[in-house]
């Protein structure tokens, strides 16, 4: 277990304590970086032990979730 993916579980956990949101179970954050140069890169992280497969799942899922809504309002509420 790396100490970034660590951190991310320490913080997204007392994140979610301090706005009542339940216990942390599992996560990944995708998340796009700029470096010195301005540079971007995409970073995928997890909480500690999360599988690939789970990964696959948490972030199918938050897509399926998206798309629908968006969706809609591209198409002016009419779907």
Do not use: K, Q
């Not at 304590?17 to 010195?36: I, K, P, Q, T, Y």
């Amino acid at each position: 277990m790396s100490d970034l993916n660590s951190g991310l579980e320490d913080a997204l956990a007392g994140v979610f304590a301090a706005h009542e949101r339940g216990l942390l179970a599992r996560a990944v954050v995708v998340a796009e970086l700029l470096d010195e140069e301005g540079d971007r890169s995409l970073s995928i992280l997890t909480t500690p032990g999360v599988t690939e497969w789970d990964m696959l799942g948490l972030c199918r899922y938050g897509v399926v979730s998206v798309e629908g809504p968006a969706a809609a309002n591209f198409a002016g509420g009419d779907l």
